[in-house]
């Protein structure tokens, strides 16, 4: 054994979620999955990695998420660190890109997942669903990896809650994950719903509007930011919903005005159907979205509840993202909600330590504490009642720091156990135990085989053992 040696922290842009804290996110991932499997969705789950050209081509090679916040994969032996060990969390994702670029056995590069949909997709034409279920309604739950800069509602690992509804072009498809993200917010209590809405057109109406902005930016290309002047040449279309250049693009002819006469229709009958349903929407001509699969309709859900990166989630159609993957011509949409900003949106109320400790108080109150003297023969009897209360569907605790009776009874009665049980060697020879309801204050002896009986009221019905 060498000297004792700190561990390096977890690193930059990532949290740890302590069981205190995970109360809420129960909250969050329970109502999301209770509500889409409502609205006909089903979980899918994909991998945590993929190819890294599945993300390349799926949201662009040009997209800021492909060109700089991509965590590349390297098996161990393979990893070149260029940077100091203390700089390592932070040297940037390609710092361990192995040489040549390769991931794992020198096969086709890897690369953590950064969102969900490229995966969902390959999952579907994978597996033929195209073919066998045409119309595929699924959502995942799950953690996500982008190397960006760290702020409020900003991290390196984040997590989604995500649907897609893949194989259909119906206007409907995107109202109902509108109307679902309502019901989301309504029922985690963020308040104010509203939708940003826009449409970019598609690939026949958007290259020409793209043409008009470039002509239009080109005399002010020196007021644009670095990145916008970049943009300009790739996709001036990007340039658009940087805030930075907010004020030089306010007098561009909005795309929605733009479209082809398909995808204004498509745009018109989603916009019925929000007044149908009663959303609170505002047309935002800013609103293109970061990668470059969507095609018409694309949204977001703001919450003045949030810093600068003020969009609970966001999502939209792309239709050319199944054909391109040499799928059928079968249009998809979807949406995407970051648990992290619907948990800063939240009330506190419902999601810090106070809202955590009153549901474990909650549940307390119907468990079991199986108290024991130190002999051996009342702490293995311990062991064994305690499994025995658990396997009928109780949920039960003993000690196993090594306390003292009376220190076990002090700690039961603080954590809020509604039964104790006690065990000590004059119980064993007669194979009895000792009951205590905490609530009432009293305590009788009873026979062992009594207890199951005796306490099964505090057992949820849905567990007690078939018979
Ligand atoms: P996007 O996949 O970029 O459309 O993002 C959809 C939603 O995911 C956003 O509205 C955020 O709620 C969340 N999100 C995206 N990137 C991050 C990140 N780096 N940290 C935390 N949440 C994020």
Redesign the pocket.
């Known amino acids: 054994m060498g000297a004792s040696w700190t561990p390096p922290r977890a690193p930059r842009g990532t949290a740890d979620i302590l069981p205190e804290q995970v109360h809420a996110w129960h909250r969050v991932e329970r109502t999301a999955a209770e509500l889409a499997e409502r609205y006909g969705y089903r979980e899918l789950r994909t991998p945590a990695f993929e190819a890294l050209e599945l993300f390349a081509r799926g949201m662009g090679e040009g997209t800021e998420v492909v060109e700089k916040e991509m965590f590349l994969l390297a098996p161990s032996g393979r990893a070149r660190v260029e940077a100091g060990p203390g700089e390592a969390p932070d040297a940037g994702p390609r710092a361990q890109a192995p040489a040549g670029g390769h991931g794992a056995g020198g096969a086709e590069p890897l690369a953590l997942r950064p ?1 969900f949909t490229a995966g969902v997709v390959r999952a579907y034409r994978q597996h033929g669903l195209d073919k066998t279920r045409g119309l595929l309604k699924v959502y995942s739950i799950g953690p996500l990896f ?1 190397y ?1 800069r760290p702020q409020k ?4 690992q ?1 997590h ?1 809650v995500n649907l897609e509804a893949l194989g259909t072009g119906d206007p409907r498809a995107e109202l109902e994950l509108i109307a679902f993200a309502q019901d989301l917010l309504g029922a985690l209590g963020i308040p104010d719903f509203a939708v940003r809405l826009n449409s970019i057109g598609c690939a026949q109406c958007r290259p020409g509007y793209r043409e008009r902005v470039r002509a239009l930016l080109q005399p002010r290309r020196e007021r644009l930011c670095a990145n916008c002047r970049a943009r300009l040449d790739r996709n001036a279309f990007r340039v658009l919903d940087c805030k930075l250049c907010a004020e030089h693009t306010a007098d561009l002819p909005p795309m929605a005005e733009q479209l082809c006469a398909a995808c204004a229709e498509h745009f018109a009958a989603v916009r019925a159907g929000l007044e149908l349903l009663d959303v609170p929407y505002r047309i935002d001509a800013r609103l293109v ?2 990668f470059d699969y969507y095609t018409r309709t694309v949204f ?1 859900f703001p919450s003045g509840r949030l810093g600068a990166q003020d ?4 999502g939209g159609r792309y239709d050319r993202l199944i054909p391109d993957m040499g799928g059928p011509e079968l249009g998809a949409c979807g949406l ?3 648990i ?2 619907l948990l800063l949106a939240m009330d506190p109320a419902a999601t810090g330590s106070a809202a955590a400790e009153a549901a474990e108080r909650a549940r307390r109150a119907a468990a079991v504490y199986v108290a024991a003297t130190p002999e051996p023969g009342p702490r293995a009897a311990a062991l064994e009642l305690v499994t025995e209360l658990r396997r009928a569907g109780l949920e039960a605790e003993f000690d196993l720091a090594g306390k003292s009776l009376k220190a076990q009874l002090r700690a039961a009665d603080k954590a809020g156990f509604g039964w104790v049980v006690i065990v000590g060697p004059e119980e064993l020879a007669r194979g009895e135990v000792a009951l205590r309801q905490m609530a009432a204050g009293h305590q009788q002896r009873l026979p062992r085989a009594e207890l199951l009986a005796r306490l099964a009221p505090a057992v949820p019905l849905a567990a007690r053992p078939a018979r």
């Open positions: 969102e982008r960006e509602g900003r991290q390196r984040f989604q979205r970061g977001e969009a609970l989630g966001g995407a909600f970051g992290e900003r």
